[in-house]
Each structure stands twice: as structure tokens, then as C-alpha cells.
T-cell receptor, first 116, second 114 residues
Framework: AQTVTQSQPEMSVQEAETVTLSCTYD???????LFWYKQPPSRQMILVIR??????QNATENRFSVNFQKAAKSFSLKISDSQLGDAAMYFC?????????????FGAGTILRVKS | DAGVTQSPTHLIKTRGQQVTLRCSPK?????VSWYQQALGQGPQFIFQ???????QRGNFPDRFSGHQFPNYSSELNVNALLLGDSALYLC?????????????FGAGTRLSVL
């Protein structure tokens, strides 16, 4: 069974600084997807960034980028120029392609606090 | 373009009762998944519906059942409620033919079982 582990229950970052959130996963599959979702106090789960496992190039979305190490089964999220609005719970998640059933397997989450 | 909508926002029930939660997927989406998120934890997959059939199911008892309607909206039913069923219930939708494989979430229904 696939598992996702987030070893940092809580992280803090100063506004405008950079922070990296860690995630490791376990799977025997070669084709899969990895995601980072953000959940603010409003509860709505918002997609931050997505990575396809067969693509070696790391995904980037504005201030958000990932370091995807397939052999090490590691998928970290880097947030640059942190803003107060980045404060939230961040979840790392894994899924297989749609044709195999794309249920999301989530980690336990990391609370990110941003200090002004 | 409306996103995923869930109702009600908050619900209070007592042990042994039954509850129905509702979800309307994002426009153009045909697949709906349900997740249970206990306080301070990551969401756990309950089941997924496509073409009005349960396509995939997580490790949840038969007390948890669902339905998908021809307009792709979905319901989650929980019978014989237990205190441990208290959680945030999230609905997510996706388009089966999309290559992006992204699930979009609603704001959830907070269920409190007393």
C-alpha cells in the first residue's frame, strides 16, 4: 500500500524568507502523481503544485517549487518570499493515474506559520 | 464557473442517528470522491463515484454508503453514527478524461456526533 510521510508537524518562517517542507512516500509503482495541497483555516483544500512522476523536471508555480527525487521517494516543497497568506496546513499527497483509480493518499500535514 | 459545493456546512447529530451529506462537483467534472478528515490529521479516502457506480473504496465500514446522480452530484450517507465519525467530510471532483489528474475540493461539511 502507498504511504505518505510528512516528518515536520510544524514549521515557522519569517515573512519574505524561504522555507522547505519535507515529504517522503512509499510506492512500488513507476507512474504516479504527487501533489501539495494547502488548507487554510477556511478548510478549503487548495492545490498548490502537482508533479508527474515520469517527468524529471521539477514543477514550479510562481513562488512555489518542488524538489522531486524519484529514487529517494522524496518530494519537498519550497516556498520563496513567504507571505502572511501562506500560513496554513500543507498536505503532501500521492495518487495513481485516473485509469487505476486516482484516490489521494495524504500525509499527516505540516502547519506553516509565517511571522511578520 | 462554480467550484465544488457541499451542504450543509455544519451538522450536529447524536449517536445512532443517520446523516446525509451532499456534494455538487465542479462544472464539467464527472467523478466525485469523498474523504474524512479527523481533527489535526490528513484526509482519508472513503470512496469514489463515476457513472453512478462506486469505482473505488477505502477502508471504511459498510455504514458509509454513497450515491451519484445522473447530473454527477453525489451524496454520502452514514448510518448508526458513532462518536468517532465526528470529522470534516470533504468532497472532491475531477474530470475523468483530463490528463491533469487533479482533484478539486469543496469547503467540507463539519459533522459533530454527540
Amino acid at each position: 500500500a502507498q504511504t505518505v510521510t510528512q516528518s515536520q508537524p510544524e514549521m515557522s518562517v519569517q515573512e519574505a524568507e524561504t522555507v522547505t517542507l519535507s515529504c517522503t512516500y512509499d510506492t512500488s509503482e513507476s507512474d504516479y502523481y504527487l501533489f501539495w495541497y494547502k488548507q487554510p483555516p477556511s478548510r478549503q483544500m487548495i492545490l498548490v503544485i502537482r508533479q508527474e512522476a515520469y517527468k524529471q523536471q521539477n514543477a514550479t508555480e510562481n513562488r512555489f517549487s518542488v524538489n522531486f527525487q524519484k529514487a529517494a521517494k522524496s518530494f519537498s516543497l519550497k516556498i520563496s518570499d513567504s507571505q502572511l497568506g501562506d500560513a496554513a496546513m500543507y498536505f503532501c499527497a500521492y495518487s495513481l493515474p485516473m485509469e487505476y483509480g486516482n484516490k489521494l493518499v495524504f500525509g499527516a500535514g505540516t502547519i506553516l506559520r509565517v511571522k511578520s | 464557473d462554480a467550484g465544488v459545493t457541499q451542504s450543509p456546512t455544519h451538522l450536529i447529530k447524536t449517536r445512532g442517528q443517520q446523516v446525509t451529506l451532499r456534494c455538487s462537483p465542479k462544472s464539467g467534472h464527472d467523478t466525485v470522491s469523498w474523504y474524512q478528515q479527523a481533527l489535526g490529521q490528513g484526509p482519508q479516502f472513503i470512496f469514489q463515484y463515476y457513472e453512478e457506480e462506486e469505482r473505488q473504496r477505502g477502508n471504511f465500514p459498510d455504514r458509509f454508503s454513497g450515491h451519484q446522480f445522473p447530473n454527477y452530484s453525489s451524496e454520502l450517507n452514514v448510518n448508526a453514527l458513532l462518536l468517532g465519525d465526528s470529522a470534516l467530510y470533504l468532497c472532491a471532483s475531477t474530470k475523468t478524461t483530463s490528463t491533469k489528474n487533479i482533484q478539486y475540493f469543496g469547503a467540507g461539511t463539519r459533522l459533530s456526533v454527540l
